[in-house]
């Protein structure tokens, strides 16, 4: 099974940029679909974005649409996630996760999901 660390957290200011990284472990992360998923203060984990194994399909939360992007290098076992112009609403911790079992696929269900990181905290101040 994969494991996952997250980093790149931190906090900025409102319309400032972040890059998260998910370095994984294990000989299933180039076969994976992965996802980020996010869970602001007093409220539910919610999925950002997610990638199949090859790159070739991505998606995201419409709120997030055009301003983050999730992006894979399979050779450093590393998934990503560009912010940009970031909102105070964005502020939560992030999740990666992993998904072996579906051939790889990206999906925006949190329970396909059978690996996750510890989280990093982002906060976006107005």
Not at 18 to 35: D, P, Q, V
Not at 37 to 45: H, L, S, T
Request: proline share 2%; hydrophobic share 30%.
């Amino acid at each position: 099974q994969v494991q996952l660390v997250e980093s790149g957290g931190g906090l900025v200011q409102a319309g400032g940029s972040l890059r998260l990284s998910c370095a994984a472990s294990g000989r299933t992360f180039s076969s994976s679909g992965m996802g980020w998923f996010r869970q602001a203060p007093g409220k539910e984990r919610r999925f950002v974005a997610t990638i199949n194994w090859n790159g070739g399909s991505l998606y995201y939360a419409g709120s997030v649409q055009g301003r983050f992007a999730i992006s894979r290098d399979n050779a450093k076992n590393t998934v990503y996630l560009q912010m940009n112009s970031l909102k105070p609403e964005d502020t939560g911790v992030y999740y990666c996760a992993a998904n072996s079992r579906s051939s790889g696929s990206a999906s925006s269900r949190g329970h396909d999901y059978d690996a996750w990181g510890q989280g990093t905290q982002v906060t976006v101040s107005s």
